[in-house]
């Protein structure tokens, strides 16, 4: 596609509760990120898949958290038995190379807010 | 580790000025990226400019320029003639060269406001 999209734009779960968010990054872009922004705080790292593979898993926070990208291509990230301080929200992006900045830049999809109460 | 810090929460800029917003970085790589972004209201993240840990030259991109002093380990990012559309958080981010992770780490960012 032309951006990154992810679903749902807003989800609204109970404390307990699992939950899916997805991205579906731009075509042909192999390396995929995961962050977690809270309100007024910088975007969070939690996973980078390179192709299939979690190429760095060092930023989620618990076995609670897990993600996947079967295909290369679109990406799940799963929470399981939410808790309010999941709340947050959820920024998937994916790099590729820019030729005017000569750099692998992120381009961002608008996120998924996700409320636990 | 790395670590991104911008020391300023919030500032405010008059409408046609420049603005400049800090950024200092820690890390024991010899290369690395810098990029700073912008997040308006609407949420979205915009990339901005970008600078190489080996380029010599401050990297300028329209009215954005990255204000890089190496030896300080700062790349703060200057905003001329600022409109009101500026108004946005702005956040710094590193990234590592290859030596095993193409990770991103993000400063707290700044809050600008432009007035009118």
């Known amino acids: 596609g032309a951006g990154v999209s992810q679903t749902p734009s807003n989800k609204v779960t109970e404390k307990g509760k699992y939950v899916e968010l997805r991205c579906d990054p731009i075509?042909?872009?192999?390396?995929l990120y995961w962050y977690r922004q809270s309100l007024g705080q910088g975007p969070e790292f939690l996973i980078y898949?390179?192709?299939?593979?979690?190429?760095?898993d060092s930023g989620l926070p618990n076995d609670r958290f897990f993600a996947v990208r079967p295909e290369g291509s679109v990406s799940t990230l799963k929470i399981q038995r939410t808790e309010r301080g999941d709340s947050a929200m959820y920024l998937c992006?994916?790099?590729?190379?820019?030729?005017?900045?000569?750099?692998?830049?992120?381009?961002f999809g608008a996120g998924s807010r996700l409320t636990v109460l | 580790a790395q670590k991104i810090t911008q020391t300023q929460p919030g500032m405010f800029v008059q409408e046609k000025e420049a603005v400049t917003l800090d950024c200092t970085y820690d890390?024991?790589?010899?290369?690395?990226?810098l990029f700073w972004y912008k997040q308006p209201s609407s949420g979205e993240m915009i990339f901005l400019i970008y600078?190489?840990?080996?380029?010599?030259q401050n990297a300028t991109e329209g009215r954005y320029s990255l204000n890089f002093q190496k030896a300080r380990k700062s790349a703060n990012l200057v905003i001329s003639a600022s409109q009101l559309g500026d108004s946005a958080m702005y956040f710094c981010?590193?990234?590592?060269?290859?030596?095993?992770?193409?990770?991103?780490?993000f400063g707290t960012g700044t809050r600008l406001k432009v007035l009118a």
């Open positions: 992006a994916s790099s590729s190379y820019r030729e005017t900045s000569g750099a692998n830049v992120l381009t």
């Open positions: 075509s042909g872009h192999t390396a």
């Open positions: 898949f390179q192709g299939t593979g979690a190429a760095d």
């Open positions: 890390t024991s790589d010899q290369s690395y990226g």
């Open positions: 600078q190489g840990s080996y380029d010599e």
């Open positions: 981010a590193m990234r590592e060269a290859p030596s095993g992770t193409y990770k991103y780490i």
